[in-house]
């Protein structure tokens, strides 16, 4: 039976965890049901998680860097801004950790650094910024990062509250009061629990209190508000990404009694279920175009896309399986398009056939 064979490979103890009374019958099939719902749950919360964690990581970059410009242009005069704004360390977030102020910081950069090495990029600061955790990012929000009084530890880096509102300049109460970054470090470190839970296929509406289904929605409802609700302080306008591929529509879809209902009494109904097949051959689109040879030079042949009339270089001859034959002039072939070999040149006609 599919559930049977779906369960053995999950583990039960995997599916134990979605077996709660207040939510489901605690049977295979429904316990189930809710493993399905969770995965579908974990799809919309992607890209929110996604826009957030470039949000953040870049909004902090860009302001440790303006607001060191913004120092050296109240301490020194105009005539070398340009060589003091130079002189800022664009490496800032890597160059001052050391195995004895963060060894897990500095690993983390290590490795990046490493990583980078292996696939022949650049260690720039653009790449280790890209390639850092998002915890590398929520950690630099917490205390360690922040101005402190004797005899209290000086911080690693200090970042707040300097850069309160050059990061989160929307992050402000009914009142229109700035938010602490005490306050809005402990939303970002929630987060990243969420995001490890999702990433470690946990239930997202993990809590100790849930009384019914009802509770477990709006627990999924609270996680995805508190994600935008950082986004907007960071940028507003960066929810718009996520309005233009209907997500916040989709969760709300997801987060309905109909849709737990329906992830529950799926499982039943799994024998009849069609496997998945030939799912390439159905998407797939067909890239090969018809042409026509319009001219023929000794290592070479130009055809012309006959819908968009676009030139394209081949090699010359072509071969068909292992039967060579030869091109020429005004004879209708169909080919697969790819990019030119060198820049400058018109794109290149593969796969050639008559």
């Known amino acids: 039976m599919p559930v049977e064979s779906i369960i053995k490979t999950l583990s039960s103890p995997r599916l134990s965890t979605y077996k709660k009374p207040n939510l489901c019958d605690?049977?295979?099939e429904q316990s189930l049901g809710l493993?399905?719902?969770?995965?579908?749950?974990?799809?919309?919360f992607y890209p929110v998680l996604q826009v957030l964690e470039v949000s953040l990581r870049n909004a902090i970059n860009n302001?440790?860097?303006?607001?060191?410009?913004?120092?050296?242009?109240?301490?020194?005069?105009?005539?070398?801004?340009?060589?003091?704004?130079?002189?800022i360390d664009r490496f800032w977030f890597c160059s001052s950790y050391t195995n004895q102020n963060n060894r897990p910081a500095c690993q983390q950069i290590n490795k990046v650094k490493g990583d980078l090495a292996r696939e022949g990029k650049a260690i720039t600061p653009d790449n280790l910024i890209a390639k850092l955790t998002f915890g590398f990012w929520v950690h630099l929000t917490d205390k360690n990062h922040r101005s402190s009084q004797p005899p209290a530890n000086p911080p690693i880096i200090e970042l707040w509250p300097s850069l309160n509102s050059l990061v989160f300049p929307y992050a402000k109460d009914l009142n229109g009061t700035p938010l602490s970054i005490n306050h809005i470090s402990s939303n970002i470190f929630e987060i990243n629990k969420l995001r490890n839970r999702i990433a470690h296929h946990e239930p997202i509406w993990k809590a100790t209190d849930l009384f019914d289904s009802d509770d477990s929605i709006n627990t999924v409802v609270a996680h995805y508000e508190q994600c935008l609700k950082v986004i907007r302080w960071i940028n507003p306008n960066n929810l718009k990404l996520l309005s233009v591929i209907d997500n916040d529509k989709l969760m709300g879809i997801a987060c309905s009694q109909h849709t737990l209902w329906r992830s529950k009494m799926l499982a039943s109904g799994l024998p009849s279920v069609p496997d998945i097949t030939e799912w390439k051959e159905r998407h797939e689109i067909n890239t090969r175009r018809q042409g026509e040879v319009v001219s023929v030079m000794a290592n070479y042949a130009i055809i012309r896309c006959?819908?968009?009339?676009?030139?394209?270089?081949?090699?010359?001859?072509m071969q068909k399986r292992r039967r060579?034959?030869?091109?020429?002039?005004?004879?209708?072939?169909?080919?697969?398009?790819?990019?030119?070999?060198?820049?400058?040149?018109?794109?290149?006609?593969?796969?050639?056939?008559?």
Do not use: C, M, R
């Not at 493993?35 to 919309?44: D, E, H, M, V």
């Not at 209708?332 to 070999?341: E, G, L, N, S, W």
């Open 26 to 28: 605690a049977s295979d």
């Open 306 to 317: 006959k819908k968009s009339h676009q030139v394209f270089y081949t090699n010359k001859p």
């Open 35 to 44: 493993y399905a719902w969770n995965k579908q749950l974990s799809g919309l």
């Open 63 to 87: 302001a440790y860097i303006e607001y060191h410009e913004q120092l050296v242009e109240t301490n020194f005069p105009q005539q070398d801004w340009t060589k003091e704004k130079a002189s």
């Open 324 to 354: 060579a034959w030869p091109l020429s002039v005004g004879i209708d072939v169909t080919f697969i398009p790819k990019p030119a070999q060198v820049q400058g040149n018109h794109p290149n006609a593969t796969q050639v056939k008559q």
